[in-house]
């Protein structure tokens, strides 16, 4: 199993990385060199909407994008469970078909999924998903705190990644409101946790709508997501 260090200074290294395209593909690239798996899917998680949307994947047939997949995660249990729990899962056999949707076709090689919680302090604001795993995984209790602590690393460390150019247009303040609506905190959390008054937090929200170009709260959030300013 790999150690609890191995992983720490491994995740560490990722700080040398400026680009955010790059940035997302080497937590995958890192994920499958640390563990047993032959393949990762890396989405963001919003809890607005209960809504996953797909980011890239990695396999044996290379780099890809699954930007199309995007899914309330109430469809799924083993991922609603994951976050709920903020905890890494694995399931097999029959309760993997049944925790799956139907949606997506499974290949003969594939009868079990391992989900891990990209978390930053208290929220997931993503996770990966693994369907092929090499011959010699054992998913004990050890595995799933290893893949666990992997997760809670690296959302840290893509919450820490310093903001593209992109959000220079918003003022340190509304860029953190926004990371926070994204989270799904409600205006009294956002106040509370930010040790300012549900007002001000009303106008860095409305200032950086404005910023935006946006329509509302949900469209700014999306466009800072297409612009790669949060993750």
């Not at 899917?41 to 290379?62: D, M, T, V």
């Not at 054992?138 to 809670?152: M, Q, W």
Request: with cysteine.
């Amino acid at each position: 199993m790999t150690a609890i260090y191995t992983i720490e200074e491994h995740v560490r290294k990722l700080d040398a990385i400026s680009s955010h395209e790059e940035k997302l593909f080497k937590i995958i690239e890192l994920f499958m060199e640390l563990f047993p798996v032959n393949d990762a899917y890396l989405y963001r998680y919003s809890p607005i909407g209960y809504f996953a949307e797909g980011i890239i994947s990695l396999s044996s047939k290379g780099l890809g994008h699954i930007r199309e997949r995007r899914d309330d995660i109430r469809a799924f249990d083993i991922v609603q469970k994951t976050i709920r729990e903020k905890k890494a899962k694995y399931c097999s056999g029959v309760e993997f078909f049944k925790q799956t949707s139907s949606k997506y076709a499974h290949s003969s090689n594939e009868n079990g999924v391992l989900v891990v919680p990209i978390c930053y302090g208290a929220v997931v604001i993503g996770f990966i998903c693994s369907k092929q795993f090499r011959v010699d995984v054992t998913f004990d209790d050890e595995f799933l705190a290893a893949t666990t602590l992997y997760g809670k690393l690296v959302g840290k460390f893509i919450e820490d990644f310093p903001a593209t150019e992109n959000s220079s247009q918003l003022s340190k303040r509304e860029l953190e409101v926004m990371k926070r609506i994204a989270w799904g905190e409600s205006t009294k959390e956002m106040a509370d946790s930010m040790e300012i008054s549900e007002l001000t937090v009303k106008q860095y929200v409305k200032s950086a709508i404005q910023k935006l170009g946006a329509n509302n709260r949900s469209h700014a959030v999306g466009e800072l997501y297409r612009k790669g300013i949060i993750s």
